[in-house]
């Protein structure tokens, strides 16, 4: 082992290595020690005159240690963070070592650990002592501290959590000055920081020992600490008082039990919470999962929903194409079929006007007849056959209704009031219609809860309402793109659009009519 020791400083350990190592350390004492037959000078720790050395620095001057000493130093160099981690693993192993083989180095006489056996003599039995007692949580005492004195920056390298100080009676101390408390971590890493706090002072003759007996000089100012430990706690003077409020006397051993206790209490703690928070993320999951689903299915009913509209509305654009198409067709029909008669009354007239001798005058009395009767054609009065132009508003209406609500200017007022209303049929940003079902088929109907036809008919009353309602009707279905008025043959007397036939009837019958006048 102590071959593994002196080879670390080229081949260092790891920090995860340092577990194994301090216990290989430790087995290579207990083994060296207890083995009577052992005398091989590299590999004791006792010398054969009493005292002590240390197997893992071997060459160095001092190798005569007291046992107190010997535990210091190896305490000493395990709490050095500027030790290489094989030195401080071994020498960590040593101080356990020299703790549990003798429990109490104070105390006369301490040798537990076996004398190295001459060939010639057998050691002496001697009694196991106690272990030593520390204060925990670790603590430190400092004393002939001045009232005021500024501490935790002098002494942060050490690390402590806490300093407290005790306001002690007289008879504690004679000089007047206060006892300072520092508390450190209760872990390993606080006993290493107690430790090099109180080699700081024992280096310079200024610990425990020399405070108890006395060898400090009144009013010269040197502070004095130490690790707190039993003698300090069974003490009856404020410090003893402070620690048996705040602290307990345990082994190193019964350190790492309790240690050992809490860091079950908190591995289950922690287990429990763990558990907890798995419970809860299986029901976040479980919330998670059933929001996915119902997240999922009401995408799917959206796009079911969608589908069937884009589907729907594919089928109205191809039903109101077929539509227009119907009715460019029919258009287009009846424009031939007028073209076609208006050529047969033109070839008939040129026949009349060979056979009828008629001087200029009756040619023009003629002439004047017959565009009366066309002009009896953009007429809506008594005539059976007239021009209807579709889109444009029955000024009657509005004239009846300016009529019962003003007693002046009543035709300016109602003229006006139906071109305003014949302008907003002509814009195509108002669109007050709908489309229902009817019989399976789809069908644009007048949207009665548009807010301009609301108002009008609230305003002006049903007919002014309905003649908007109807004009509205006529250009949507003759001109919904232009949205201006179209001129219609029209039978006024069945209130429909007049067939070709029933025009060119009219027309003979009127020419007729005027030529038996003549």
Known sequence: MEDDASSSSSDEISD??????????????????????????????????????????????????????????????????A????????????????????????????????????????PEPEPEPSPELFVWPWTGVLANVPIGEPLEERFSKFKPLEVIPLFVREHDKPNG???????????????????????QFKAVGLGREEWVKGKFEVGKGDLYGWMAREEDFNGDDSVGEYLKRNG????????????AKENGRMVALLASQIEVKNQHLMDMQCRYNLSDLSLRRILEDKNRVHLAFNEKMRRMQGEARDNARKVFEENEKLRLELDSKKKEL???????????????????????????????LMMKGRTVIGIKRMG????KPFQNACKKKFQEDVDIKALTLCSEWQEKLKNPSWHPFKIVESGGKAEEVIDESDINLKHIWIEWGDDVYNAVKTALLEINQYNPSGRYVIPELWNFKENRKATVKEVVQYLIKHWRSLKNKR
């Open 16 to 81: 995860s290595e340092i577990s194994d190592y301090e216990s290989k350390a430790y087995a290579y004492l207990q083994s060296n020690q207890s083995n009577a037959t052992s005398t091989t000078s590299n590999h004791r720790v006792r010398n054969p005159d009493g005292t002590f050395r240390c197997p893992f620095c071997a060459g160095k001057k001092k190798q005569s240690f007291k046992l107190k000493d010997l535990l210091q130093h190896a305490t000493g160099i395990a709490a050095s963070s």
């Open 83 to 122: 030790r290489k981690n094989s030195m401080r693993t071994t020498h960590r192993a040593l101080a356990r070592f020299l703790t549990e083989s003798n429990p109490n180095p104070n105390g006369p006489n301490p040798n537990p650990i076996p004398r190295p056996i001459e060939p010639k003599a057998e």
């Open 177 to 199: 000055n206060c006892v300072v408390i520092m508390r450190f971590n209760k872990d390993w890493s606080g006993f290493r920081d107690a430790v090099a706090f109180e080699n």
């Open 248 to 259: 307990k006397v345990l082994t190193v051993s019964e350190v790492e039990n309790e240690q």
């Open 346 to 376: 033109d070839l008939r007239r040129k026949e009349l006007d060979k056979l009828e001798s008629l001087n200029e005058g009756e040619k023009q009395k003629l002439d004047d007849e017959k565009q009366k009767g066309l002009d009896g």
């Open 392 to 395: 444009e508003l029955d000024e």
